[in-house]
């Protein structure tokens, strides 16, 4: 037991003259924020902040002109159908029964083009 207890003994010195060096060490890693870090944090929140609004804009700019290329394309697909309508006005026998259950339809639109538009998407 006595080296027991002279192992134990050396163990515990030991431990506890690396205490307080440890306890020195972390006292000496945690310094006070200097003004340089404190610009430096501020830079960096800055920059991150610049890249998110650019990337936003950017978001944004691209929702725009997918708007645009869709509002262009449904206006495209609109005149061709009124030009399809227009053809087919211009075949229409107005004496025809086709051409008479057409004119009865057509009293509910502001005019025979777009009754015959609104008729040609229902086909």
């Known amino acids: 037991m006595d080296s027991l207890d002279k192992l134990l003994a050396e ?3 030991e431990y506890e003259q690396q205490k307080p060096q440890q306890h020195q060490q972390k006292a000496n890693s945690i310094k006070p924020v200097s003004k340089m870090e ?3 944090n501020f830079l960096i929140d800055k920059l991150l902040a610049d890249v998110k609004a650019d990337f936003e804009q950017k978001d944004l700019a691209e929702k725009l002109q997918k708007q645009q290329e869709q509002e262009q394309l449904q206006a495209k697909k609109l005149e061709e159908l009124k030009k399809q309508a227009e053809d087919w006005l211009a075949k229409l026998d107005p004496f025809s029964s086709e051409g008479l259950w057409f004119e009865k339809f057509a009293e509910g639109y502001p005019s ?3 009754a015959a538009i609104e008729y040609l ?3």
Do not use: G, P
């Open 11 to 13: 163990l515990k010195a």
């Open 38 to 40: 404190d610009k430096s």
């Open 112 to 114: 025979r083009l777009e």
């Open 121 to 123: 998407q229902l086909e």
